[in-house]
């Protein structure tokens, strides 16, 4: 089941942006697809790591971090290198952008999961959506660490 949602995951992120430009009237550069790959590592690396336990709603936090946030935060630099050196707060603005808008079209895949299927995984949304958003922004600083050299 896990290798199917990586795949499904994996599809999303290497079609997904590439389409998003297109339809923006932006042609994807190729060139930049290593961002895109890196997003769809990050969900299929996120399955094994072990989660910090402060909280009974912790169980996840890790693959969030990862598979949520960093993955997300890949996107966004996809979308922030067909763009002409957009500031380093406007950066920052796209980089919430595309982490709140995967991270929630996530947690509506999960409330269908549970009112579908009878699981209970929308109960940790918060520390999900938290989780999401430290790793994309994890991921935006030391993008930025990188771009100062």
Known sequence: MLAVVTLLFAAAFLIGPPTTLSLMGRSPRWRHLPWLVGAA????VS????SPW??????TFSQHLVGG???SGFVAMYFIAHLQMPAASQRFLIVVVVA??????????ELG???LRGTTLRRDASFDLL?????????WVVSELFRKR
């Open 41 to 44: 590592l990050a969900v299929a």
């Open 47 to 50: 399955w094994d790591l072990p």
């Open 54 to 59: 402060f909280s009974e709603y912790t169980a």
């Open 69 to 71: 946030g960093i993955s």
């Open 100 to 109: 709140s808008v995967l991270g929630v079209a996530n947690e509506v895949l």
């Open 113 to 115: 999961l549970d009112l």
């Open 131 to 139: 989780a999401n958003m430290m790793g994309a922004t994890a991921t």
